[in-house]
């Protein structure tokens, strides 16, 4: 066990990364400000997060399930999440290699409309910088991996959204694919290889490395925390909606219990009816 736990505690490359751990890492940061929901809140639903905590809590959920979806890339390709790059924290949220090059993946977990155009996007009829956030990000990438490998690196930007209510592509940017996470596997699929299998191996090697980046390795113990933290937020944040939808349910059927007795003759079936979100 002793062999064991320093094994663990050893720095980590690259690839042992968490998915959203940089977002995770902000909103635990956030959340342990707040004290703990009394007894009550828990029963009746109160979320548990933070306001500041929460725009990193869904975009660490939104990473998350682009992580999910990249599982399903096969053989030949490899994932690194939350890879550090720049200065203040700043990561890109996937970085892929594979034979068919070099890909950031720039997820953005928004509600409502989206507007893509050749230069600009718009949520909701805001205008965003994610296509000029998304190519500093691959042009960080090529140049950190370029200085790694002693040879030039292109890298594409890719920018997904998770989930949007309504998707509207009037142009497609010319230096950023912009993709629903749904169509986000099809799409890597049928991009041309570029990369022999040395290269591909060549840069996924200097990738892994820390120093490639600019920082230190991880501390291995401390990330398997920090996840084990946001994972209980999780499952309490789930619990929360969970019975919130109960209360509203229940809501609604004992007003129509109030209205099957304001009839007559119904108060034994409506009383049965009013209990059934309770039942368990």
């Known amino acids: 066990m002793r062999k064991q736990a320093a094994l663990d505690a050893r720095p980590t490359g690259l690839l042992t990364r968490p998915a959203a751990y940089s977002v995770i890492d902000r909103c635990l940061h956030h959340q342990a400000a707040l004290r703990p929901r009394s007894w009550f809140a828990r029963q009746i639903g109160a979320t548990p997060l933070a306001v500041e905590a929460k725009p990193w809590f869904d975009g660490a959920r ?6 999910r979806l990249l599982e399903g890339l096969g053989e030949g390709w490899t994932v690194l999440h939350s890879v550090p790059v720049g200065k203040a924290n700043t990561d890109v949220d996937h970085v892929l290699i594979g034979p068919a090059g070099v890909f950031t993946i720039n997820t953005k977990a928004v509600r409502g409309h989206v507007w893509v155009g050749r230069s600009r996007i718009l949520v909701n009829g805001r205008r965003e910088d994610f296509i000029a956030k998304s190519e500093r990000e691959a042009r960080r990438v090529h140049r950190l991996l370029t200085a790694a490998t002693g040879s030039s690196v292109f890298v594409r930007p890719v920018l997904v959204f998770v989930e949007p209510h309504r998707l509207t592509v009037r142009e497609r940017p010319a230096s950023v694919a912009t993709l629903p996470a749904r169509a986000l596997i099809r799409w890597l699929h049928g991009q041309e290889e570029v990369y022999p299998a040395s290269r591909v191996a060549e840069l ?13 390795a991880d501390d291995g113990i401390e990330t398997r925390r920090q996840i084990q933290r946001f994972e209980r937020l999780l499952a309490e944040v789930d619990d929360a909606a969970h019975r919130r939808r109960t209360a509203k349910l229940a809501g609604v059927l004992l007003a129509l219990t109030a209205a099957l007795v304001a009839v ?7 009383v049965a009816v009013a209990m059934v979100p309770f039942a368990h």
């Open 62 to 67: 939104g990473e998350l399930e682009v992580a």
């Open 204 to 216: 996924v090697e200097a990738a892994d490395r820390p120093s490639t980046w600019g920082r230190a």
């Open 264 to 270: 007559g003759g119904y108060l034994p079936v409506a």
